[in-house]
């Protein structure tokens, strides 16, 4: 009962504060832009944003696989990297998938997990969402010391590909959205809403 409190989530007052504001954000800002890229930019186009911005992500993967001693899937997955990276055009293209070398998530909140530090508190994250200290923690380091675009000197360019980011990822949740709008209904659950 939220009236109780929840010993899981000692911040309560705080993450629905802060759910309220990211709900809202998404609602005026983040969905109506999410839905506009999907329908302007071509399929292929969109995929190989993801890629790219996959493929970057790769070098935290592989930095996290090295920290938490999976070497042998370190040394796959630095493999994922330089494939994408090259014959993959800079990772617009997966190439690497096609070859059975799977993207794998690793981060550094997975690695603090590994090394024996626990969860702590249910956190909500402004921008971000639903996490836990451990992997707020995990989050912050892996943003500040191995995701390329954050590192990117160039402001302008850092804040295009940013942006860019966060879009492509909201655009990959309207699909999302729409299946578990569709399961909702009652009857036949594979009408399709429109």
């Known amino acids: 009962c939220a009236s109780h409190g929840d010993p899981r989530d000692p911040l309560e007052p705080v993450n629905r504060a802060i759910h309220g504001f990211n709900e809202e954000l998404d609602r005026v800002l983040l969905k109506p832009v999410a839905l506009g890229y999907q329908t302007v930019v071509p399929g292929l186009a969109r995929t190989g944003v993801r890629n790219f911005f996959a493929n970057l992500n790769d070098v935290t993967v592989v930095a996290n696989d090295i920290l938490q001693l999976k070497l042998e899937q370190g040394s796959r997955d630095f493999m994922r990297l330089a494939i994408n990276s090259s014959l993959g055009l800079f990772g617009l293209l997966d190439i690497a998938s096609e070859m059975g070398l799977r993207k794998q998530n690793e981060d550094f909140g997975q690695t603090l997990g ?69 399961e909702r209904l009652p009857g036949n659950r594979y009408q399709r809403l429109g």
Do not use: K
């Not at 390329?148 to 302008?156: I, Y």
């Not at 942006?163 to 990822?169: F, I, N, Q, T």
């Open 114 to 182: 590994r090394w024996g530090v626990g969860p702590g508190p249910y956190l909500v994250l402004p921008f971000i969402g639903p996490s836990s200290v451990r992997d707020g923690i995990g989050y912050y380091v892996d943003t500040e010391y191995t995701d390329l675009v954050r590192r990117h000197d160039e402001v302008p360019a850092r804040n295009t590909a940013t942006a860019l980011r966060v879009v492509s990822r909201r655009a990959d949740l309207l699909e999302l959205e729409l299946a578990q709008r569709v």
